[in-house]
C-alpha cells in the first residue's frame, strides 16, 4: 500500500475534518523494559478526549509487575519496585481491567489513539496470556500518530518521539513518560494530524490504512539498519500492526 503524498503545512477546513475526531480514546503503559513478549506493566492510563482535546473520562492503574523493576525503567517513569509492592493493585488484576476498559470503548466504535501503539498493544497482550485474560489479539480501530505522521511527512528530519513530534504539532507535554500525560499528548497530536492532513473519513478506513504504512515503514528502516550494518541482512523488523 503506497504512503499518501505529502501535504506539510496544508490545513483543512473544520468541514473536512473525519468525524472520529470528535471523541477519541487515549491509551498508554509505562513498563519495566521494552521487550514486549518479556516485560511487565507498571502503570497504566486510559481516557477519552473530546474534539479539543479535553478529557472527558480516565482512569489510571498502578500494578506491581510481580517482577523487580530495573533501575533504567525507575529513572524514565519514576516507579520503583518498592513502591509498586506497597502501592500497586496485583498485576493480573490490573491486565484484565485495562484489556476489559479497552475493549468496552472499542466495542462503542471509539477509536483508541496509542503512540507506537504496536508497542502498548502487543506488550498487553503478551501480559494478557500470562495471566489467561482474554487478549485483544486485533484491537480496533486504532490511531497511532507515529505512524501516521511517518506516512504523511515522510521525509522530515529528526527524531519520532512523542516529545519532539508533539512539539512539531504544538501540543503540550508536559511530563512525558508518564502515562497519563503521553496518552493525552499523543490523543491531542492525533486531533493536530487530522487537522494538518487530510485523513480517511473513518477510523475504520484509517486503521487499514495505518496497517500497510507500518509494514512499509518497517521495511525501509530493515533496509537501513541492514546498509549501515546494525542488521545482518537475513534479518528484519516486525511490521505487524497494532499487534506483533
Same mark, same amino acid.
Given at each position: ?13 473544520? %468541514? ?6 470528535? %471523541? ?190 507500518? %509494514? ?10 541492514? %546498509? ?17
Amino acid at each position: 500500500m503506497s504512503a499518501p503524498r505529502p501535504t506539510v503545512g496544508a490545513m483543512t477546513t473544520d %468541514r473536512a475534518l473525519p468525524a472520529w475526531i470528535d %471523541r477519541v480514546g487515549v491509551f498508554d503503559l509505562e513498563t519495566t523494559g521494552v521487550d514486549v513478549a518479556g516485560d511487565r506493566v507498571v502503570t497504566a492510563y486510559i481516557g477519552v478526549l473530546d474534539r479539543e482535546g479535553r478529557e472527558l473520562a480516565s482512569r489510571s492503574w498502578l500494578a506491581d509487575p510481580g517482577v523487580p523493576i530495573p533501575e533504567g525503567a525507575s529513572a524514565i517513569h519514576g516507579i520503583t519496585t518498592d513502591h509498586a509492592r506497597r502501592h500497586g493493585a496485583p498485576a493480573a488484576v490490573v491486565v484484565a481491567e485495562v484489556t476489559r476498559a479497552l475493549r468496552a470503548l472499542l466495542g462503542q466504535g471509539v477509536p483508541i489513539v496509542a503512540y507506537n501503539a504496536s508497542y502498548d498493544f502487543s506488550l498487553l497482550a503478551h501480559e494478557a496470556r500470562r495471566y489467561a485474560v482474554e487478549p485483544l489479539d486485533a484491537p480496533s480501530p486504532v490511531i497511532d500518530p507515529l505512524v501516521i505522521d511517518k506516512a504523511y511527512d515522510r521525509y522530515r528530519p529528526g527524531k519520532r518521539t512523542l516529545e519532539v513530534v508533539a512539539a512539531h504539532y504544538e501540543v503540550v507535554l508536559d511530563a512525558a513518560h508518564e502515562a497519563s500525560a503521553d496518552a493525552i499528548a499523543a490523543g491531542r497530536v492525533a486531533q493536530a494530524l487530522a487537522r494538518r492532513f487530510t485523513l480517511p473519513d473513518s477510523a475504520a478506513e484509517l486503521h487499514t490504512r495505518q496497517i500497510g504504512w507500518a %509494514r512499509a515503514q518497517a521495511e525501509s528502516l530493515t533496509e537501513y539498519f541492514i %546498509r549501515i550494518g546494525r542488521l545482518e541482512p537475513e534479518q528484519t523488523l516486525d511490521g505487524a500492526w497494532p499487534v506483533r
